[in-house]
């Protein structure tokens, strides 16, 4: 039947630092996609609006303190209390631009004295697998030249490069790394082609599980 032929929707996730421009290039894809009759819709982890989104925001911006590793296992509880939502989605249809995902998870605890990758993973085994991840790959000389960083735990030169680091050993080998220090355009045509490339591909394939 028509329902059953129908292709899934894409899990499509964009990594970099800070200031990479990911936010940038994920609404430039959802509105192009949407343009082309392609349903996508954006979607930022951490998700602050949330109850538990609440409390990472008020973490990030230090209103409270919080055990380490109590934080990593909010940023994936974020993320879990999404995944019924992004498996529908899919299902039905829809094409999700993630910007930030359990790599970010993985890559800013680690960069933290004391936590290993392995154990980051743990809490995210089980999530929906991207069916591409993008990574925008600047250089933190590159990105701090961006201008300053905000107010926020993290946003600190020395720990972003421990970050970039920690993304360097998550790649894997059919990531799509672009180089973001070109102009907007550039990129978002890059980005626009892998996703199309892939979107050809997966067809009506299953929805895998992250880290199984
Ligand atoms: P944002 O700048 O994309 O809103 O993300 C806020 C900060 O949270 C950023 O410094 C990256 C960090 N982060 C984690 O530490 N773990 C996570 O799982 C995610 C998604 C982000
Ligand atoms: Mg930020």
Redesign the pocket.
């Known amino acids: 039947s028509e329902t059953e032929s129908k292709q899934r929707g894409l899990l499509i996730v964009i990594e970099g630092l800070?200031k990479a421009g990911?936010?940038t290039q994920c609404k430039l894809l959802t509105k192009s996609l949407n343009a082309i009759n392609i349903p996508s819709k954006y979607l930022?982890?951490?998700m602050?609006t949330t109850a538990v989104g609440k409390i990472?925001d008020d973490y990030?911006n230090k209103r409270i303190e919080l055990h380490d590793s109590a934080?990593?296992l909010l940023?994936?509880a974020?993320?879990w209390e999404y995944e019924a939502e992004m498996i529908s989605d899919m299902k039905s249809g829809v094409t999700l631009v993630v910007?930030?995902?359990?790599y970010?998870?993985?890559?800013?605890?680690a960069a933290k004295p004391g936590f290993s990758i392995d154990w980051c993973r743990g809490p995210e085994i089980g999530l929906p697998r991207p069916d591409l991840v993008i990574f925008l790959s600047l250089s933190q000389d590159v990105a701090a030249g961006r201008g300053d960083f905000g107010e926020?735990?993290?946003?600190v030169d020395t720990f972003q490069k421990k970050?970039l680091s920690n993304f360097k050993q998550l790649i894997e080998p059919e990531w799509k790394i672009l180089d973001a220090s070109r102009p907007i355009k550039a990129i978002q045509k890059d980005i626009k082609e892998q996703v199309l490339e892939v979107m050809n591909e997966i067809g009506e394939c299953v929805i895998e599980r992250l880290w199984t």
């Open positions: 800070d990911k936010s930022h982890f951490p602050r990472i990030l934080v990593h940023f994936s974020n993320r910007d930030r995902y359990s970010s998870g993985v890559a800013f605890t926020e735990r993290y946003e970050v």
